[in-house]
């Protein structure tokens, strides 16, 4: 029966999404299993603009050492605990897999060679270690052929990156605190899928690819041990607001996502400010998008888009596709014309707009000004579904790495 | 007797400064007598760098209704209530002394002229309300010649503008929010005179003159109705910090001043972002003087400077004497050379620096580039006395207007 797996490359790829919280998850109850303070909400944004590809490689014929080349640069994996534990984890699945049909090759005791790409600049702002250790577990785990569900691998991937669990489901999806000191109940679950609500956009504002002051998962740790605000948002602000947001998402009730998005990622930005010493992922430009998203809405006199900000100053704007020439539009009109990204995915209803959907004299005319400086590149994006199984393959039949 | 008093013009006039707090006085608890939701504590600055000049006159040759005359422009009092409640108590107070001792002219029958005059721009984030009204409420006391304490004046000052109350007096000052409904309990102490610790510094960085984006009475009345962090900021926050400060001003400890001083803005900010709408005050400026300060720290060994920011850019940075070099120097060095300020008051161990204290290499860039093009001026200061009482008069001896 080995025979035929002794010279045999197997190959499994995928593709996954960048998620955005619309709750921000900051800061770690257990730094080691990336167990968080609070539950976290994120909607999982379509492929179609973002995703990593991954294939995972396992062959008895490989270097004995596991290997991972991250967009063509070979990664040194025994640095990195948190890609070891994802890799213990899906090893030791398959090795029950393997126990209990003892037919099947021994996948578990072969390298694994595991190839990944993204399609956007990594350390961006743009949650690529998300996507990356959400493709990574899928793909291992199809590889593996695991029975297990997506909320059981979610728990893997949480080791890898927090976020990333919330990248193994589309639409939109929870992230479950839990309580229990091993993680187990830490998962990510599916609120609702991409069907229920499939028309939320968002637009990103790219600010800067410039690296973070503070990585995230320092900063998260800093906030957690000195901001004297913190406690308040752990332990009451989170957990209403989950419940708040859950049931806007139930309701499609755009108007209540929208503030508690926007009152959440002010309210995180604000625990980073109260730390010490005190952390700042805002920049004058993407407080000129908040004062944007503001006046539109004043504007159009009705809730029709909200801004978010993550540990960094891009701007992600959501909004319902029957307001985009509302906010995609004005937008676009706010910034240079030769501003990349209004072409390609989800640029229907804006690539031909010439005038804003909102008059250009309601909108603070500084705002103006500095987005037409700060951002020279746009994202149009909007709810998608969750990874996808591929047959692009970054792996030959014959285990020597391709590029795309 | 009244007949010597029916042609004169009485006249008192008084210099006072400007606060800037470092535990924050953000939040009303009573809007209409100015009750904050919690304790406060500043730093009254020297009357050599920043002072209001007013004089308060009166005399029963004035037309009927009270004037007010600020830099050079009439104000329409009855339109303030602010100005209104407080020449109403001091007016009060003058009858009290009137009724005790018959044989005083009814000064509190007269109009009033009161003239003031800033050495600042007004509303250009350097607490110009507070100096205004203290003066304001000094110059009539002193007309009136009552005798309340400054502690009893602070009750009326505080009614004028909140941080007012805290320019009644020098040094060290703390403002007890107090926990009566009528306000009575709500006043201003001294903690520690000038003389205490007169080694105390600022260098105010002016950032902008532009004027405010929320006005800070309208902010904080925001911040009070919809952040959900601040109620833990007035509950257990600045309780602890007020203990914490007043004790390092006793001991002299300025490391521990300055981080309490650093932590409670940023606190406080932090509760203004988490404001719905969010509110912003400091900007890329702001946040590039943040980074000098803590980079100065780091690279001199110990705590030798700290910031504060209220409800605007400016940043007002603290340091002792003895570290002019250090921290005002190298503030110097960082700024373009024709930066104005540098001369003046307390320029004594700063006006022949060419180096800085700190080398530049040690100081973040992008920090160093952001001050160099967004500071232009520069207020050299200490710690200083409360009000003085002067014989610079802004009215003549029969009424007339005078200008300095």
């Given at each position: 029966m080995a025979g035929a797996s002794d010279k045999a490359v197997f190959r499994a790829t995928t593709t996954a999404p960048v998620n955005i919280a619309v709750i921000k998850y900051w800061g770690k109850r257990d730094p080691t299993l990336n167990l968080p303070t609070n539950s976290s909400l994120s909607v999982t944004l379509s492929q179609r603009s973002l995703r990593t590809l991954t294939t995972a490689s396992c062959s008895?014929?490989?270097?004995?050492a596991d290997e991972l080349i991250l967009n063509g640069k070979p990664q040194d994996i025994q640095s990195s605990k948190r890609t070891l534990a994802c890799l213990a984890s899906l090893r030791s699945h398959r090795q029950a897999v393997e126990a209990a049909d003892p037919?099947?090759?021994?996948?578990?005791?072969f390298p694994l060679r595991i190839v990944s790409q993204n399609n956007f600049p990594t350390a961006?702002?743009?949650a690529s270690s998300a996507a990356g250790f959400a493709a990574l577990v899928r793909a291992v785990a199809d590889l593996y052929q695991l029975p297990q569900t997506p909320l059981e691998l979610s728990r893997i991937a949480r080791q890898g990156s927090?976020?990333?669990?919330?990248?193994?489901?589309?639409?939109y999806v929870a992230w479950r605190a839990g309580s229990l000191a091993d993680g187990s109940d830490s998962l990510a679950e599916e609120?609702?899928?991409?069907?229920?609500?499939?028309?939320m956009r968002a637009v990103v504002l790219v600010v800067s690819a410039e690296k973070k002051d503070v990585p995230s998962t320092e900063g998260m740790q800093t906030t957690v041990a000195t901001s004297n605000l913190f406690a308040a948002r752990v332990a009451s602000v989170v957990p209403e607001r989950m419940a708040a947001i859950e049931t806007a998402i139930q309701n499609r009730d755009f108007p209540s996502f929208a503030e508690i998005t926007m009152r959440d990622s002010n309210g995180f930005h604000a625990t980073c400010l109260d730390s010490w010493p005190p952390i700042f992922y805002m920049n004058d430009v993407s407080r000129a998008a908040v004062r944007l998203v503001h006046d539109i809405n004043t504007a159009a006199g009705r809730t029709v888009c909200a801004y978010t900000f993550d540990a960094g100053p891009n701007a992600v704007i959501y909004y319902l596709d029957e307001d985009s020439e509302l906010v995609a539009g004005t937008v676009k009109a706010v910034l240079k014309s030769d501003t990349e990204g209004f072409e390609g995915p989800f640029n229907e209803r804006v690539k031909d707009i010439t005038t804003p959907g909102v008059s250009l004299d309601k909108i603070d005319s500084r705002a103006v000004d500095v987005l037409r400086d700060g951002v020279n590149r746009v994202i149009l994006t909007g709810v998608g579904e969750g990874p996808i199984s591929v047959e692009?393959?970054?792996?030959?039949?014959?285990?020597e790495v391709l590029s795309q």
């Open positions: 008895a014929v490989y270097p004995a037919s099947l090759p021994k996948l578990s005791t961006a702002g743009l927090g976020s990333a669990c919330r990248s193994l489901m589309g639409g609120v609702a899928p991409q069907s229920h609500w499939p028309e692009e393959h970054l792996v030959s039949e014959t285990g």
